[in-house]
């Protein structure tokens, strides 16, 4: 097949958005099919930069890249959204693209949402098929429930213009990939009969690959761990509603140091990083509040991908919180798996990963739900961290976990798109 992907944010930018399909490249082009990849120049993204990302992208792959609207002029406007600052030439390189490249299938695989729509103008255009990938949901409602100071900065504003442009999006989408069955469930309550779309479950998925490409590369460490600690590894951004379970970690983690010979010291990566965080950190001010700021590392931005893999690998602990929204299913669990390290997960009992640990491994969990709170929460996390503690080890149900790596994946996504192009060659 020909498969033209759209992913705004591509190496060497680090996103998590972008490794759905930096993982399924070297698969693609082992299959013999023709990639091209429409992204944004990473001159105009404000993404992280990382060179050990670019050099896993086979060299097979053309990668065509755009300009887009200078943040530092847009933002005093109000206009940081990559996706819309670069749509205009992401639309027309996009269709030259189409019309010389002439792709079986166009793949969105991105966060970045309102590039989305291009999928239905070149549908018109062009008669060619278009996949949507939600990691994310794109019009989320789970604000709507807070209370208007509870909610992000110009939620109304954004709110509404993605439920417009889902509305006008979706249901043309020939194919639909999500990451958990709770977004397609969305989906087809809000559009019935009219979403036709084929659909996919597709987990981000274990990548092995990358595994044995840090075990050649060894990346340099800009983070520490402590030698005379148990050392607990997070990575990612910290929202406001994964404070709960942090906060239920820390109490735990007070607690268990107050007793033990070794204590445990908590890393939290990449919390808070972008142009408009300002590297505000999340979880000190919540430690200084509990006294625990001699026992935890915070670094707002972002390490290299490579480096966060690395410290997996080398971490005694990895701290899985969750957040209190249900349909939250991070997929940093199948990275964390591939390091073979204890999983403290404390997750709202509605998550979709609760059951996929469960069959999976033999990893425990903390459930938390509507009414729970960090106090509470936090004597069940100290129950388990004693296990997690003493000489846990896990064991992966190999023939199960297998189906979720990178390569299992692709083949499924494979087999899932060939049925589309060739339903779409039937009809015509």
């Keep these: 097949m020909k498969i033209l992907i759209v992913s705004p944010t591509f190496p060497p930018d680090n996103t998590p958005?972008?490794?759905?399909?930096?993982m399924?490249?070297?698969?693609?082009?082992?299959?013999?099919?023709?990639?091209?990849?429409?992204?944004?120049?990473?001159?105009?993204?404000?993404a992280p930069k990382d060179i050990y990302l670019e050099q896993s992208i086979p060299p097979e792959v053309e990668v065509i890249r755009v300009k887009a609207l200078n943040p530092g002029k847009t933002r005093c406007l109000g206009l940081g959204n990559l996706a819309i600052r670069s749509f205009p030439f992401l639309w027309k390189e996009g269709s030259r693209i189409v019309r010389s490249f002439r792709p079986d299938i166009i793949f969105f695989s991105t966060t970045m949402f309102m590039t989305m729509p291009l999928g239905r103008i070149w549908k018109k255009r062009f008669h060619v098929p278009f996949i949507l990938d939600f990691q994310d949901p794109w019009r989320n409602d789970y604000y709507l429930s807070l209370p208007r100071d509870?909610?992000?900065?110009?939620?109304?504003?954004?709110?509404?213009?993605?439920?417009?442009?889902?509305r006008w999006t979706v249901p043309y989408a020939d194919g639909i990939i999500a990451v958990n069955q709770t977004y397609i469930d969305l989906l087809s309550q809000r559009y019935g009969r009219r979403?036709?779309?084929?659909?996919?479950?597709?987990?981000?998925?274990?990548?092995?690959?990358?595994?044995?490409?840090?075990?050649?590369?060894?990346?340099?460490?800009?983070?520490?761990?402590?030698?005379?600690?148990?050392?607990?590894?997070?990575?990612?951004?910290v929202p406001d509603n994964m404070l709960l379970s942090i906060e239920a970690i820390l109490r735990a983690v007070k607690d268990y140091n107050s007793q033990a010979a070794k204590p445990v010291r908590l890393y939290f990566i990449g919390t808070n990083y972008g142009p408009e965080a300002m590297h505000r950190p999340r979880v000190m001010p919540l430690a200084q509040k509990l006294g625990m700021e001699n026992f935890v590392v915070e670094k707002t931005d972002r390490?290299?991908?490579?480096?966060?893999?690395?410290?997996?690998?080398?971490?005694?602990?990895?701290?899985?919180?969750?957040?209190?929204?249900?349909?939250?299913?991070?997929?940093?669990?199948?990275?964390?798996?591939?390091?073979?390290?204890?999983?403290?997960?404390?997750?709202?009992?509605?998550?979709?990963?609760?059951?996929?640990?469960e069959d999976l491994s033999n990893n425990p969990v903390v459930m938390l739900d509507?009414?729970?709170?960090?106090?509470?929460?936090?004597?069940?996390?100290?129950?388990?961290l004693n296990i997690l503690l003493e000489d846990f080890q896990l064991r992966l149900d190999k023939q199960k976990f297998d189906k979720f790596t990178d390569s299992s994946m692709t083949s499924q996504f494979l087999r899932w798109v060939g049925s589309i192009v060739e339903?779409?060659?039937t009809e015509e």
Excluded: C
């Excluded at 249900?326 to 059951?355: D, E, M, W």
């Excluded at 960090?374 to 100290?382: D, G, N």
């Design 195 to 237: 979403l036709k779309a084929r659909t996919l479950i597709l987990p981000l998925g274990a990548p092995s690959a990358d595994f044995e490409f840090v075990k050649l590369s060894l990346p340099p460490l800009s983070i520490k761990l402590d030698r005379e600690a148990i050392n607990a590894v997070y990575t990612g951004v």
């Design 303 to 357: 390490v290299a991908y490579f480096e966060a893999i690395r410290l997996m690998q080398l971490t005694d602990l990895l701290l899985l919180p969750g957040t209190t929204d249900p349909g939250y299913t991070p997929s940093k669990f199948y990275v964390y798996a591939l390091a073979h390290r204890p999983i403290l997960a404390v997750l709202h009992n509605k998550s979709p990963l609760v059951q996929i640990i």
């Design 370 to 384: 509507e009414v729970s709170n960090a106090e509470s929460l936090s004597i069940r996390v100290k129950s388990t």
């Design 24 to 46: 399924m490249l070297p698969f693609l082009v082992k299959e013999g099919h023709r990639v091209v990849v429409l992204a944004v120049d990473p001159r105009y993204t404000e």
């Design 17 to 22: 958005d972008l490794h759905r399909v930096r």
């Design 423 to 425: 339903n779409k060659q």
């Design 150 to 166: 509870k909610r992000p900065p110009k939620y109304w504003f954004i709110h509404g213009l993605n439920k417009f442009f889902e």
